[in-house]
């Protein structure tokens, strides 16, 4: 997946309760800049919501971070609405994994909504669905 189809996704996720805030636009931006994006080209892609077609890609631990992004950007507002959890069920299952996998993180995630997200919960989740 490139730079710019990782935001993109990220910007429709976002977008998705209706309150894209400060805290869902440092984040992006963070990861496109990570990504090697220049700051112009994420703001564009944010203000613009351009739609792009996702190519999934096929290493787990390419997947695994597309999920790992989606999943913090859904809690750094503090707040699961049932939309976004239903777009981390469209594109975890794209992306290859369980319902009950992503029921599981979703649920981790909202647990931890206002706290740190500890490392070992989610390694659980991981170590338990991927034998």
Do not use: C, W
Not at 4 to 26: K, T
Request: charged share 30%; aromatic share 10%.
């Amino acid at each position: 997946m490139k730079g710019e189809e990782l935001i993109a996704l990220l910007v429709q996720l976002s977008r998705s309760d209706n309150n894209f805030d400060d805290f869902e636009f440092s984040y992006i931006l963070q990861v496109g800049q990570a990504l090697g994006m220049n700051q112009l080209d994420i703001e564009d892609a944010i203000r613009y919501n351009t739609r792009k077609e996702v190519g999934f890609p096929k290493t787990e631990q390419d997947r695994m971070n597309i999920l790992y992004h989606m999943l913090f950007l859904m809690k750094i507002d503090k707040n699961v609405s049932p939309k976004e959890a239903e777009l981390i069920h469209h594109y975890g299952f794209k992306l290859g994994f369980s319902k009950s996998m992503l029921d599981e993180f979703i649920t981790v995630i909202t647990d931890y909504a206002h706290e740190r997200v500890p490392t070992e919960k989610m390694l659980d989740i991981i170590r338990k669905y991927q034998n």
